[in-house]
């Protein structure tokens, strides 16, 4: 693995941001999980580590239906609910934090909470495993850390991220 590989640039992060799009578009286009209406655009900015400087645009949605109002957020590789980290980082972090270019900047308690936080995620007996066998090659072990099955998904090629990105988020 090189330090290349990792390095996150503008293009990277555009990419990211036309991911959450389309998870954003499919989920307007599905409806209102809670009552199947029509719903509407209401995005705001946000701010979050581990895109760019500026504020980011966060994708969500909020039903039409008078008796309803529900909002609803879709899944997002650049947000982890209201975290700080954006949710690439909690993916990609707990082992590559310094090829990232994130080491020194995340404290050490916060990466022992992600690797808490996946510890639980990829248990053996939870949903995301039970999704996750079905996509793996048969065999794959499934281990306490998502980085371990990163090679699964051709990584280190720089155009790994995404899948690897776009199959962990499901965790979320
Ligand atoms: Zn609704």
Redesign the pocket.
């Known amino acids: 693995m090189t330090l290349n590989a990792l390095s996150p640039d503008s293009k990277f992060l555009q990419l990211l941001r036309e991911f959450d799009r389309n998870l954003f578009l499919e989920l307007k286009k599905s409806g209102?999980p809670?009552?199947?209406?029509q719903l509407d655009t209401a995005n705001y900015w946000r701010k979050t580590r581990g895109m760019g400087v500026e504020l980011e645009l966060c994708f969500s949605l909020c039903?039409?239906?008078e008796g309803?109002?529900?909002r609803s957020k879709p899944r997002s590789v650049r947000f982890f609910g209201q975290k700080v980290y954006g949710a690439w980082v909690l993916i990609m972090a707990v082992e590559y934090c310094r090829e990232l270019g994130l080491g020194g900047q995340i404290a050490r308690q916060t990466i022992a909470r992600w690797r808490m936080f996946w510890k639980n995620h990829l248990s053996e007996s939870g949903p995301f495993v039970v999704w996750a066998r079905g996509l793996l090659p048969i065999g794959a072990t499934i281990t306490e850390s998502p980085g371990s099955m990163f090679c699964h998904f051709g990584y280190p090629a720089r155009d790994s991220w995404l899948l690897i990105l776009k199959f962990f988020a499901q965790a979320l």
């Not at 809670?34 to 209406?37: A, F, L, S, V």
């Open positions: 209102c809670h009552c199947g209406g039903c039409r239906n309803c109002r529900r």
